[in-house]
């Protein structure tokens, strides 16, 4: 598919991707401006990586044929990588060196309870194969009550040797605030052969050695795989510039990009998009909903992007910059179920293969099937790339005789006559339901009215389920972009190269602490710019420097209080005034007359690059953006329409 709109020239080919669970969306822009889209399955015996595949399509390149350096001037890449491995447990193999007498910290967590009537508790493995206790400790103020014990150590890691470790993990209390053992463990590790070495206070220099250590682990876990990934991508993309997109919604050099970051590495790009658009339409607030073939994002943006710092995945509470998405198992592959007394849509997806039954490739019922038996899915509108010989389009046929046996089987169990229509639109209403539901978790339960939003529905299957979502929200906007299909690879693009740093200070918020703040901020920036010009050689030139903006964050909370909220740093009083409404809005009540306490302070440096312009599409004759191209009959609510 291309969709073409004239933008800023480029001088070469720009692409940006995004590899999904099902799909991998590719968006380019030529060198004389205009926008190519593709989607190709993520997995298939015909090509060995579909990322790599569809800019070869492009190009009108052979299988084996190198990529053109000469002709593309970069490549920037969202992947579900480090998630998948994550979620199933393919990551490297990992050694815990932490404090002596705290080996089992990171297991026993905070001992949260989820699900509080669950009479089974199934807790996720750790992410850790070997454990080592380090003799020493440091307390809370930095000051060393023990010293290292060297020499037990030394013999620790002499059996680590032996055990063909990938990655070492290390998290020793309280190292946010004085690192000495830790650096002195990757010291005594380097003499004795390990290179994948991964401390925490590196990893994320915050206090709660729960969430640091297991956002450390993380890292060390995913190290393997990421590395096996940018291998594979840079042998085939050679001199080529690339960069990857990070959960926190800003690019990374490949050099940087780690798996604490890539989490929400696709997802990040859709709601960089919703931003954008929301700009561009100038509308008050917009809720991004991105339905794809595994899973739902939604997210919400007004003025600013709203993120979190701290999230369970899994099991796992990691303590990492992400922008807030909330995902739900509901995308165009989740499968259809009955267990004999209640209809299920997910968590289990069919995935790109065998995917759905109208892919023809043998799989089960999914969502895709239940929206082409009611008539939200034109088969012509797909392209050829399905059955056996993999040349044609969707099956209807199948599908229509999978629901025929599922609703015979539903209606002799319940005693009842539904048709497959009726059966079909049932797993449908469940699947919005769900998608609904993730919205108000963002939106009412903070505070907001969705109501006053617009909703944008983007991936693959958004638009199939935008009135039904929107319905049950009683929103009555919804904006669906020429670009909906492929909206998350166009956000990657859209997307700027940040750097980021945090520190925790622990202090009351005052006047008179405003100067120590302002003091470790410019710290802050003059080491992150330190570091990064190691990186990014173009920061030491006069150009770099003008291309970059910095934004300060702090934490602030009422003193005893456990949460806290990230706001902008601005001045004393207008801080402590956005404060105190914000948390009259999410809690109903205000801590007014309560002593603030900073916990964290936030730094970014971001590059103000344009990779791509913004896609601009062209008016029909009349101001209308669509044609019909053809009409059919769709079954909604009971009925034909």
Avoid at 181 to 188: I, N, R, S, T, Y
Avoid at 201 to 230: E, F
Avoid at 602 to 612: A, D, M, N, V
Wanted: with cysteine; net charge negative.
């Amino acid at each position: 598919m291309i969709s073409s709109s004239h933008a800023k020239p480029a001088a070469k080919w720009r692409f940006a991707i995004d590899r999904g669970g099902t799909f991998t969306d590719i968006v380019a822009l030529d060198p004389e401006g205009n926008f190519h889209t593709l989607k190709l399955l993520s997995r298939s015996p015909s090509y060995r990586d579909a990322s790599i595949e569809g800019i070869r399509r492009m190009l009108d390149l052979r299988v084996h044929d190198p990529l053109p350096e000469d002709k593309i001037a970069g490549i920037r890449f969202g992947t579900t990588l480090a998630t998948n491995a994550l979620l199933e447990r393919k990551g490297g193999k990992v050694a815990l060196l932490t404090t002596k007498g705290f080996a089992d910290l990171l297991d026993i967590g905070y001992q949260n309870r989820p699900h509080i009537f669950k009479l089974c508790i199934k807790k996720p493995s750790p992410l850790y194969s070997v454990i080592v206790e380090v003799d020493e400790r440091i307390d809370c103020e930095g000051r060393i009550l023990k010293g290292l014990d060297t020499q037990a150590l030394r013999q620790d890691i002499e059996e680590l040797r032996r055990k063909d470790m990938d990655t070492i993990a290390v998290v020793l209390m309280h190292s946010w605030k004085n690192p000495l053992h830790e650096v002195f463990c990757e010291k005594l590790l380097n003499e004795y052969g390990f290179s994948s070495i991964i401390l925490s206070h590196k990893t994320i220099n915050l206090v709660k050695i729960v969430s640091r250590g297991q956002t450390t682990l993380v890292d060390a876990y995913l190290s393997t795989a990421i590395a096996d990934y940018l291998g594979e991508i840079e042998k085939t993309t050679g001199d080529i510039p690339i960069e990857f997109m990070q959960s926190n919604g800003s690019l990374s050099a490949p050099s940087v990009f780690s798996g604490k970051d890539a989490i929400l590495s696709g997802p990040a790009g859709g709601v960089n998009a919703v931003a954008r658009i929301a700009e561009d339409i100038k509308v008050k607030g917009i809720i991004g909903l991105d339905m794809g073939g595994t899973s739902t994002d939604v997210s919400r943006f007004e003025s600013e992007f709203e993120k979190v710092y701290e999230r369970t995945i899994d099991g796992i509470t990691l303590q990492t910059e992400m922008l807030n998405i909330v995902t739900v198992a509901a995308g165009g592959g989740s499968i259809l179920n009955f267990d004999g007394r209640k209809m299920t849509v997910g968590p289990e997806s069919a995935g790109s293969y065998p995917g759905p039954v109208s892919y023809g490739f043998g799989g089960p019922l999914t969502v895709t099937d239940a929206n082409l038996l009611t008539g939200r899915l034109i088969p012509g509108s797909f392209p050829k790339t399905f059955g056996p010989e993999r040349n044609a389009s969707l099956d209807a046929a199948a599908a229509k005789e999978k629901f025929s046996v599922l609703t015979n089987e539903i209606n002799a169990a319940l005693g009842v006559s539904l048709g497959r229509l009726e059966v079909a639109e049932g797993f449908l209403r469940i699947a919005n339901e769900k998608m609904a539901r993730a919205i108000k978790e963002i939106s009412v339960s903070k505070g907001f009215d969705v109501r006053e939003y617009a909703l944008l529905c983007f991936g693959g299957a958004g638009g199939q389920h935008a009135c039904s979502i929107a319905s049950l929200l009683d929103i009555d906007t919804i904006i669906i972009h020429p670009l909906g299909s492929v909206m998350s690879a166009y956000g990657i693009g859209l997307a700027q190269p940040a750097w980021k740093a945090e520190q925790t200070v622990l202090m009351p918020y005052n006047i008179n602490t405003l100067k120590e703040i302002e003091s470790t901020f410019e710290d802050m920036e003059k080491h992150l710019m330190e570091k990064e010009r190691l990186c990014h050689p173009n920061l030491t030139t006069n150009e770099g420097i003008e291309n970059l903006r910095t934004n300060r964050e702090i934490d602030l909370r009422p003193k005893g209080a456990e949460t806290f909220l990230t706001l902008k740093y601005m001045h004393f009083s207008e801080t402590s005034k956005t404060f105190n409404a914000r948390y009259e809005k999410l809690f109903g009540f205000s801590p007014s007359d309560t002593e603030l306490e900073a916990v964290n302070l936030r730094l970014e440096i971001r590059e103000s690059t344009e990779f791509f312009s913004p896609y601009r599409g062209k008016r029909q004759p009349g101001g209308t953006f669509a044609q019909t191209i053809s009409s059919q009959d769709i079954f909604y609510e009971g009925s034909p329409l």
